[in-house]
């Protein structure tokens, strides 16, 4: 979607689309603004609660009975799990994903990890395709004036037209652009806590050969979990900052993260989009 300056501040039930690498500031943005007006729909929640909330707790349950305790109470339907999953904390579907490596570490082996990388590639394809219901919903039944939907970090790796198509007719596409010295920071904060990603599938194939090789690893299942993603997370960062600004290109526009920093209300957001709007049309 593409609009003039004026014809953003005029719109009267704004749908906007943020797309961004973690750490860009999407989600603090998201709570500065009026949570009576702005319906936050989380690209990340809406899959773990409908799309993979089954194979989220199909796997707390494999884990969970090979205690032996948790076992008897489980098989007796003495005890339920179930996850308690929100817009904040969204670690069931981290933990679901895993980490490719070595089953005493906790990593997976490289088919149930790949299994599982394709499953959350569908559930991302169909919450983005679930957008414009709830832009409907959100005014529908709970009369909210604005929407915002929050998009995964990993949305510019799908190669789906159809969703940015879709997103793009129904919501305003910005991209939130880290600035080099945040990149550092972004990176060095995941060496220090990696966590589990998504990665395309030619992606992962094509650096996992090249890390095996690097360290001498002639199996998979013989890596640590933690050192894998730790070596590959500057080179994914790297491989999606093009893609996010091309998707921002054809679809919608781009700010500064910096600038995003420095919104603290509403009016500034509001502003802050048509300042750009406008410079980006000149």
Same mark, same amino acid.
């Given at each position: ?41 989380? =690209? ?36 339920? &799990? ?17 980490? $490719? ?5 906790? =990593? ?67 991209? &939130? !652009? ?13 060496? %220090? ?22 360290? =001498? ?18 080179? $994914?960062? !790297?491989?999606? $900052? ?11 526009? %781009? ?28």
């Amino acid at each position: 979607m593409h609009m003039t300056a004026e014809q953003f501040l005029n719109w009267e039930n704004k749908s906007i689309t943020l797309l961004a690498m973690s750490g860009a500031g999407k989600t603090t943005l998201a709570n500065k603004l009026p949570k009576d007006r702005w319906f936050h729909y989380s =690209g990340d929640y809406r899959i773990g609660t409908k799309y993979l909330n089954e194979p989220i707790l199909d796997n707390i349950k494999r884990q969970a009975i090979e205690v032996p305790f948790l076992r008897d109470l489980l098989l007796s339907d003495s005890i339920y &799990i179930c996850n308690n999953l929100s817009v904040e904390n969204l670690a069931p579907v981290s933990s679901f994903l895993g980490k $490719l490596g070595n089953a005493d570490e906790g =990593g997976l082996s490289l088919d149930r990890f790949k299994h599982r990388q394709k499953l959350h590639l569908q559930a991302e394809i169909a919450a983005m395709q679930d957008v414009p219901e709830f832009i409907h919903k959100a005014e529908d039944i709970y009369g909210y004036k604005h929407f915002l939907n929050d998009a995964g970090g990993s949305v510019c790796e799908l190669d789906s037209v159809e969703v940015l198509e879709t997103l793009a007719k129904h919501s305003l596409i910005i991209y &939130i !652009k880290i600035p080099p010295k945040l990149e550092q920071t972004i990176i060095a904060r995941a060496k %220090t806590d990696p966590k589990p990603l998504y990665y395309r599938e030619e992606f992962l194939d094509a650096h996992l050969e090249e890390f095996m090789t690097l360290k =001498g690893y002639s199996n998979p299942e013989q890596i640590s979990p933690d050192e894998f993603v730790t070596w590959v997370f500057p080179c $994914l960062f !790297k491989s999606r $900052l093009p893609r996010y600004q091309a998707i921002a290109d054809e679809y919608g526009y %781009t700010l500064d993260a910096d600038d995003v920093a420095r919104v603290t209300n509403e009016a500034d957001f509001i502003q802050l989009i048509a300042d750009t709007i406008a410079k980006q049309a000149s």
